[in-house]
């Protein structure tokens, strides 16, 4: 079954906590900044699970981040341009849906490949379909969409994520 992993999920709310602040460029509080420590302290999580999520964006060039005191992390890039694609390719990695399929959506054909049915397979086609289809819908459903922003900038709302709310993924 495919499924968004945990950290994934807690990647969507720690990006909806800082869109709805209002700190990315455009935003109502562009040149603000929110911290590891109080994004963990409102979700309830692990306060390094957060700095480590965090950081990675930031590595990747979806946050900015701010170091000292009063430093935090902002968008750095409106929560409209932000997919989820995205955000799943920073935790999860691209995505791969079977093994044949190279994360780009072309068939492995190299020694490296892990399937022994790939030379007679008749769903590496149709396998490929599903593949780009889903690759393209990551792409379109924007972080602003996910966490209920309607037209940035930001308006607040009581955005939990499925995995602190209970519910069973």
Do not use: W
Not at 61 to 87: F, H, M, Q
Not at 156 to 169: D, E, I, K, Q, Y
């Amino acid at each position: 079954m495919l499924r968004i992993s945990k950290k994934a999920d807690y990647a969507v709310f720690l990006l909806g906590a800082i869109a709805r602040e209002g700190a990315y460029p455009g935003g109502p509080a562009e040149d603000a900044v929110v911290s590891a420590h109080e994004i963990a302290r409102q979700a309830n999580l692990n306060k390094s699970v957060v700095a480590n999520l965090l950081k990675k964006f930031a590595r990747d060039g979806v946050l900015e981040s701010v170091r000292g005191l009063k430093g935090g992390y902002r968008l750095s890039k409106a929560p409209t341009a932000i997919t989820l694609g995205a955000i799943l390719a920073v935790v999860d990695g691209p995505l791969n849906l079977v093994d044949c399929l190279r994360p780009d959506g072309s068939l492995e054909t190299g020694d490296d490949h892990h399937c022994n049915l790939i030379t007679f397979c008749p769903t590496k086609n149709p396998m490929r379909i599903v593949h780009e289809r889903l690759q393209a819908l990551f792409q379109e459903i924007t972080l602003a969409e996910m966490c209920g922003l309607s037209g940035c900038p930001a308006t607040r709302v009581s955005f939990v994520p499925a995995a602190l709310a209970g519910s069973h993924r």
